[in-house]
């Protein structure tokens, strides 16, 4: 039986509003360091740190609050076939998917899609 060492993550930049989208792989997340991902723009919109592999730290930067947000997940909820949706306990907003790669593609284009619907509507 083969089994998927990486997890989808996808979360906005709080700095440009850039959507980042990236395949992680949990080898990655080895030696109990911290691992960064950065937008296009070179701000980090997001570092995991894991000290096990079977308990993971998601630190992000919220585009809604402006702060640091720290979630806690054990391996399997994160390997799991679903996608977690991680949002700002100050606004409810949802500032990050993390999860099964390809669910987490789908999430994220039907929620850039949907906010482009809803921007376009309010222009009229």
Do not use: W, Y
Not at 24 to 32: H, R, V
Not at 89 to 97: E, G, K, N, Q
């Amino acid at each position: 039986m083969l089994f998927d060492t990486n997890i989808g993550a996808a979360v906005k930049c709080k700095h440009c509003g850039r959507l980042v989208v990236r395949d992680i792989s949990l080898f990655d997340l080895t030696g109990n360091r911290m691992h960064e991902e950065r937008c296009e723009c070179g701000k980090t919109v997001m570092r995991i740190k894991s000290s096990d592999c079977k308990t993971f730290r998601i630190f992000i930067n919220c585009i809604a609050c402006d702060k640091e947000h720290l979630f806690v997940f054990k391996s399997r909820q994160v390997l799991s076939e679903k996608v977690k949706i991680l949002g700002c306990p100050t606004s409810r907003l949802d500032i990050a998917f993390i999860g099964n790669r390809t669910l987490v593609r789908e999430v994220a284009v039907k929620q850039q899609k949907d906010l482009q619907e809803l921007i376009n509507v309010l222009e009229l």
